[in-house]
């Protein structure tokens, strides 16, 4: 089979073998060769044993047993589909970088989009309160552009090392392999930076319907850069076209018992019948001098930048106009990597980012094997012309008859690099320290996010909360998660307070240093 994603067209997927096509076809084995009957298998007589050399019956059973690859270990249950991007300001974003797939106006680039819950598996719930993951694969004229976001500004984490820890403790506790509420609790109270993210999470924003009706954030700081080596701070936002809308917490439950797989249903249901769902896409830019004196640290993923503080500016468009004609090929074995990228686009300091630059890369290679870049949902295309070869399931020819190395006989030619200079690490010298400590202002977002909630979404907000946290066994775990939200505001401290059945202990000023309200934060702040 093989796939085109053609640009004028508007992201067309052509798949060679079609459903139409399927009454013309010959059953065959896997050699290609016709066979009489799918079922058949070879036996002596009519009740004697089976024949060995019956490698049809093999083949089937053989491969069948090989059909599963490791699931995502985050992100595992999810649905995309494919689409387009078109660059709307291109006279804005040649200000600030060289990637054509914003700098050409009009320019429309073929991409696909996944969206996933995160910590539940493959078979877990579209409804879950969970972050929504939103990755994006562009295929630009300059190679593959991953843009890997979720649907929420921050995250619960701004040291790297805290990642398997905080995803452990949403997954199943290891004896009882149940979901585990004091687990979950115990690692949120205990690292008080993860609160902004805890607030949206647990506000009806934390059960989106669906993927249709939520937006999509960078979270991190990326830098976007032009040929001359200058650069800016950059993120960037989608916003739904078809407007946010939530589950209350009762709808979510409800739906996660009737249709599990709603949110499936509803993104490919929508796209079959013509009803293209669309975001536009914002950048906020600073400045390195701008960022230098913004009043949140821009590399501290538990902050967002918002609205009133950094302008966004409209970019482009995206919209989905094409279902996956195979689940499997089109969209399981879909790699998206914040590593993956094209000139224009770099990486910040940010230490989160700066991990996920390795991790995915990694997760890719252990789960589709260390050729996924030739899956044709993942190759680029564009051609591909360097000196790594062989490896299993290498499909594509190998790069053929030209030598594996750089060779002075006929060497692979070399394009200049695309700045003159990259300028950020001499900027960054003194600016990255102290991410791992709680102070006073990792409280300014929760207050914020807090004030900006209407009457109904509080009461929706406290009722989630103490639906989960009441559960929690741990006095102490339930107490230490209260004086967080006792610190964004006192009443709504003293609400959860009431509802999970606490007092709210004295609260103490930050920073605290090493403890926090008698747990023993470590920090892993280098020296
Ligand atoms: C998936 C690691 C933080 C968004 C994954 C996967 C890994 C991973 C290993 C599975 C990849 C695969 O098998 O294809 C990490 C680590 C993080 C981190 C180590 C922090 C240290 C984040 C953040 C975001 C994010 C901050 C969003 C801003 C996603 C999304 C997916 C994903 C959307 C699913 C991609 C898909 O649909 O295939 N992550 N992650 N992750 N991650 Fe992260």
Known sequence: QSYT???NAGAELQVQTSLEEAPSLEFTNE??????????????????PLLLQDVHLIENLAHFVRERIPERVVHAKGSGAHGYF???????????????????QGLKTPMTARFSTVSGEMGAADTLRDPRGFALKFRTSQGILDIVMNNTPVFFIRDPTKFPHFIHTQKRNPQTHLRDHDLFWDYLSANPESLYQVMRLFSDLGTPYGFRHMNGWTGHSYRWIKSDG?????????ETMQGIQNFTNAEANDMAGTNPDFATQDLYDAIANGTYPGWTVYAQVLTPEQAESF???????????GFDDVTPVKIGEFYLTMNSDNYFAEIEQLAFSPGRTVPGWEPSADPVLQSRLFSYGDAHRYRLGVNYLQIPVNAPTVPVANFERDGKMQVNGNQGNRPNYQSTLSPIKLVPPPYYQDTHQQWMGGAVHSLSEVTTIDFDWP?????SLSAQDQANF?????????????????????ALFALVDPALGQAIAQGVNVTVPPLPTFPTGPTWLNYTVFSNEST
Do not use: E
């Open 230 to 238: 200058t650069w800016v701070y950059v993120k960037l936002y989608a």
């Open 31 to 48: 050699g290609g060769t016709p066979y009489s009957m799918p079922y058949d298998y070879q036996r002596i007589g009519s009740d004697g």
């Open 86 to 104: 078109i660059a709307t300001n291109a006279a804005y974003c040649q200000n600030y970088t060289i990637m054509d797939i914003f700098t050409q």
């Open 462 to 482: 406290i009722s989630n909360v103490v639906g989960h946290l009441g559960t929690v066994i741990s006095y102490t775990v339930r107490q230490r998660q209260v």
């Open 295 to 305: 009043k949140y640290n821009v590399l501290d993923l538990t902050k967002d930048w």
């Open 447 to 451: 207050k914020r996010f807090w004030a």
């Open 5 to 7: 994603f053609d640009v």
